[in-house]
């Protein structure tokens, strides 16, 4: 009997192919439009997710507004005896003009102590890191980003070559391992050069930032409450200092993507309901055309819970199927999207599945009413009609 | 088995208050073949809807089997239509997207029934009107006679014990009207109760008893003479 009642339904549909493609046609692209930017928006997050996991949730960054003067490098380095703070490194960033023969270009330049390829977790692929003799000696050498060795060299072999940072000749001794892009700007473009050259170059003797490497992912917190006490002990200015975590950063960004995704669905939801008032008004319109099938049923003793189950069955495999049709194109789409953007967007299942659903209970919904005045339909008048 | 006690039926259009069965009072006995005659616009098909308890009458009391229709409710109707009845129209009445199987298989999905038996039955009566090899074709690709005997199978298919027919014979040629009327006559034979609705006195002569509907009253005698002929 069900079984027959659903044969009954598609057979409808399919001799009504237009029309109901036309109803479904509603369901239809509200089911992509969620599906669709559901699936790329949290594609594209948890891309950005897995790059900002990568950098390491145990990594703290704190920067120094202000007066330059107020931290030392030295004073940090005392945050590493505390037990929740494994390393510190501190930085000074600024960007001059690099020369390279004729090639010149502006780049970023980090005075860095050997401590930062540990907090950063960096290594280099070519020559050897900033050690501590560059250090005391104030020494003009430089670790670079594979980036700015091919622009400056046209090759990542530029160990023992020279460039001029501003005005001074600098000896290449180290090139970093290849990093590709990520969120906090990527070592790849960075030239390294030692903490105390920095410091003279730019006639600053404060840090700008530093990183600190918590002893694990579990002491991050208490890590970055030790950073802020100290910070503010040494500034006393609240607001002279920011520390900030990459979890924080993951926090903020799964924020975004669920308010996002929270807006899509409430636009699919109403587009689905819009497609649900379609299917509403088609579906009162086959009541009304089939008004003599409805007589002839009731006169060979069709009850009215049959007619209502008959119609209530059409209107639910009419927009269950336009779900399950928006669903298919959703993953045509996704694919031509891949090929375009050259991302690699995946169907979100779940809230495929969920659409399906919402769909079905759509049919129920909207299907209701045409179905009761079905089967209020009374086989008499219901006959007469020809 | 059918008692019809002092119905009354009007119809109302608009303010007006047209009666179309005044006091109408049949009794059919089971097994009974009976023809209702009457001029057209007399109230026969009103009479026979609510024989077939399509309608109720306004008054009047109508008692099938010993039960009284006018105080059941619409499902209730249905299930005595379903089960009790079947209806052979003179406009056929079929679906016309379902083949002849599932046309006379239609109602047999409102009883409770096992596929198999299901099946057992349509091909039965299928083959007991003659169109085994017309099973799979459409209304439309039969003919008036053929779709005649496909509602027969219908009606067969439910097993009813009362058939009623209104006019079953009008839309039809003479030669393909004496096919079904033998139909009608051989159901007749195997026990099942007729009540034949018609105006041609050929077809009514077929039928053990006569009966005559005229100005919304019935008679077993005819009242109106131009009827031989009509
Ligand atoms: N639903 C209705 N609403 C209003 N009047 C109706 C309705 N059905 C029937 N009538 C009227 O009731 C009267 C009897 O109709 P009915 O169909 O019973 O006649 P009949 O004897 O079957 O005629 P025919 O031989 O032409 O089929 C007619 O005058 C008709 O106009
Ligand atoms: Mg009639």
């Known amino acids: 009997m069900a079984w027959k009642i ?50 390491g949730s145990d990594q703290i960054t704190a920067t120094i507004s202000g007066d330059d003067a107020s931290v030392s490098a030295d ?101 970093l391992e290849e990093q590709g892009s990520s969120l906090a700007g990527s070592e790849d473009s960075k030239i390294l050069i030692p903490y105390s050259t920095a410091s003279r170059m730019t006639g600053q003797t404060g840090v700008s ?51 996002m995704s929270l807006l899509l669905a409430g ?34 003793g ?23 049709l928006g669903l298919v194109l959703s993953l045509g ?22 659409a399906i659903v919402f769909c079905a209970v759509i049919g129920i919904l909207f299907g209701s009413y045409p179905a009761a005045k079905a089967s209020r339909l009374q086989p008499i008048d219901a006959l007469h009609i020809s | 088995m059918i008692r019809l006690k002092h119905i009354y039926k009007s119809y109302t259009i608009g303010t007006v208050e047209v009666p179309v069965l005044r006091n109408v009072s049949l009794h059919v006995r089971p097994h009974e073949f009976v023809a209702i005659l009457g001029p057209s616009g007399s109230g026969k098909s009103t009479l026979m809807n609510i024989i077939g308890c399509l309608d109720i009458p306004d008054s009047g009391d109508y008692i099938l089997d010993g039960e009284y229709v006018d105080n059941c409710t619409e499902d209730k109707l249905s299930e005595i239509r379903g089960v009790k009845i079947g209806f052979i129209f003179q406009q056929f009445n079929l679906l016309p997207d379902l083949t002849a199987y599932e046309n006379v298989e239609m109602p047999l999905l409102y009883h409770r029934i096992s596929p198999s038996e299901r099946h057992e039955r349509v091909i039965r009566t299928i083959e007991q009107v003659g169109l085994k090899d017309r099973m799979r074709h459409k209304p439309s690709q039969l003919s008036g006679g053929q779709q005649q005997r496909v509602a027969i199978a219908r009606v067969l298919a439910s097993e009813p014990s ?69």
Request: aromatic content about 6%.
């Open chain 1, 6 to 55: 659903i044969k009954l339904s598609f057979k409808a549909i399919y001799n009504n192919k237009m029309r109901s493609f036309l109803t479904m046609l509603g369901i239809i692209i509200g089911v992509m439009a969620v599906v669709i930017l559901v699936s790329i928006t949290q594609g594209a997050a948890s891309g950005i997710t897995d790059s900002i996991s990568d950098m």
């Open chain 1, 75 to 175: 004073s940090i380095e005392s945050l590493a005896s505390y037990p929740s703070i494994d390393s510190v490194a501190p930085v000074i960033s600024t960007s001059e003009t690099v020369k390279k023969n004729s090639e010149t270009g502006s780049y970023s330049i980090v005075g860095v102590t050997p401590s930062y390829f540990t907090v950063r977790d960096i290594d280099i692929q070519r020559g050897r890191k900033i050690a501590e003799s560059d250090i005391e000696w104030n020494t003009n050498v430089c670790v670079i980003g594979t980036d700015v060795a091919s622009s400056l060299f046209g090759t990542w072999d530029a160990v023992n070559g020279t460039i001029i940072i501003g005005d001074s000749i600098y000896k290449v001794v180290g090139v």
């Open chain 1, 209 to 259: 930032s530093f990183y600190i490497k918590a002893s694990s992912e579990d002491t991050v917190n208490s890590a970055i409450r030790s950073v802020e006490s100290f910070l503010l002990q040494a500034t006393r200015d609240e607001e002279a200092y920011d520390v900030s975590n990459q979890s924080e950063v993951l926090d903020t960004m799964s924020d975004v993507t669920n308010t």
């Open chain 1, 267 to 300: 636009i699919a939801a109403i587009s689905l309901l819009v497609g649900g008032i379609g299917i509403m008004n088609i579906m009162l319109v086959s009541v009304t055309e089939r008004t003599k099938e409805i007589g002839i049923r009731k006169a060979v």
């Open chain 1, 302 to 324: 069709a009850k009215r819970k049959h007619i209502m189950l008959q119609f209530l069955c059409e209107s639910c495999a009419l927009s269950v199927l336009g779900g399950v």
């Open chain 1, 333 to 354: 789409a996704i694919e031509v999207y891949n090929l375009v953007a050259s991302s690699a967007a995946a169907i979100n299942w779940s809230v495929g599945i969920a």
């Open chain 2, 162 to 230: 009362i058939i009623l027919a209104d006019e079953p014979t009008g839309n039809l040629d003479s030669a393909s009207g004496k096919e079904i009327m033998d139909i009608i006559k051989g159901l007749w034979r195997d026990g099942h109760t007729i009540v034949l609705i018609t105006h041609d006195i050929n077809i009514a002569n077929q039928a053990e008893r006569k009966v005559y509907v005229h100005d919304g009253r019935l008679s077993e005698k005819e009242i109106y003479n131009g009827m031989e002929n009509h």
